[in-house]
């Protein structure tokens, strides 16, 4: 599997190492412990399209929003994680 | 008295070179590392006059050259200074940014051909799973080689520089040769 690295182009897979879904970068207010409760230990398991987080671990160490077709392993879009976080959306 | 004379990242006095058809192999013992990272905001430096290349590249300026690592961040070699202070040549040329010595953590080995590009781009098939263009000359990236963490640096057309953890030199230097005496027995 190849990676599309918004600043080093496609990259193989093996570089990187995988967290899981980006909605681990907006977690909630901690004064409702029950929606953190389900912010760390519950996630969708969605057949379709997974917005998720990659580490380039062995690269740039920079992470990575990567938008993937669970189904078909395609992935459509990959965006730099400090890019989204300075732009303030989700 | 005991022998305080330092040894190369392969355990000898002196470095390795070796041969293998068109490629030589050369361990570098005098290379002086330094990585700079930008502070939040900051603007680059252009230490000793060179303009710190983009995401892929590589640039070479007369002191230093230097190496794109990750947003902000580069790796300056400094070559024949690997006894030096390196962060206190490069400090003043830097203000404001964060210095880190990285000299003896890394071992090089400059790779140098005597047919062209195509014993390195044979190589380069070989040994890293990169796009070819990733690795055109003047360019440099960090990636996996032998399950190592290496930065791989194309400096000419004939020229390609490896560096790698300098614990594991040797690990570094067998993966390298075997495929090297591998091409040159295919020729």
């Given amino acids: 599997m190849l990676i599309p690295h918004p600043l080093l182009g496609l990259r193989d897979a093996q570089e990187f190492t995988y967290l899981g879904d980006a909605s681990l970068m907006s977690p909630p207010p901690s004064d409702d412990p029950e929606a953190l409760e389900r912010h760390v230990h519950l996630r969708d398991n969605p057949a379709g399209l997974l917005r998720e987080l990659w580490f380039h671990e062995q690269g740039d160490?920079?992470?990575?929003?990567?938008?993937?077709?669970?189904?078909?392993?395609?992935i459509l879009g990959a965006e730099l994680a400090t890019d989204i976080r300075r732009?303030?959306?989700? | 008295m005991p022998d305080l004379s330092p040894l190369c990242a392969l355990g000898a006095f002196d470095s390795r070179s070796e041969r293998f058809g068109a490629l030589r192999l050369t361990e570098v013992p005098d290379l002086g590392l330094v990585s700079i990272a930008l502070r939040k905001g900051a603007e680059a430096p252009a230490p000793f006059g060179l303009a710190l290349p983009g995401p892929g590249a590589w640039a070479e300026g007369a002191t230093a050259s230097a190496l794109w690592t990750g947003p902000g961040q580069w790796l300056l070699e400094?070559?024949?200074?690997?006894?030096?202070?390196?962060?206190?040549?490069?400090a003043p040329e830097a203000p404001g940014c964060s210095l880190t010595e990285q000299t003896d953590g890394w071992a090089c080995i400059e790779i140098t051909s005597t047919?062209?590009?195509?014993?390195?781009?044979?190589?380069?098939?070989?040994?890293?799973?990169?796009?070819?263009?990733?690795?055109?000359?003047?360019h440099g990236t960090r990636t996996i080689l032998h399950h190592m963490s290496v930065l791989v640096i194309r400096r000419a057309?004939?020229?390609?520089?490896?560096?790698?953890?300098?614990?594991?030199?040797?690990?570094?230097?067998?993966?390298?040769?075997?495929?090297?005496?591998?091409?040159?027995?295919q020729e």
């Fill in chain 1, 87 to 90: 732009e303030g959306a989700r």
């Fill in chain 2, 78 to 90: 400094l070559p024949g200074q690997g006894a030096a202070d390196v962060v206190g040549l490069v």
């Fill in chain 2, 157 to 185: 057309p004939d020229r390609l520089a490896v560096l790698g953890m300098r614990s594991a030199a040797d690990s570094l230097w067998h993966a390298l040769s075997e495929t090297a005496a591998r091409l040159e027995t």
């Fill in chain 2, 115 to 138: 047919a062209g590009a195509a014993p390195l781009e044979a190589l380069r098939e070989r040994l890293v799973n990169l796009a070819p263009g990733t690795l055109a000359p003047g």
């Fill in chain 1, 61 to 74: 160490r920079s992470w990575l929003v990567v938008t993937r077709d669970t189904r078909t392993h395609e």
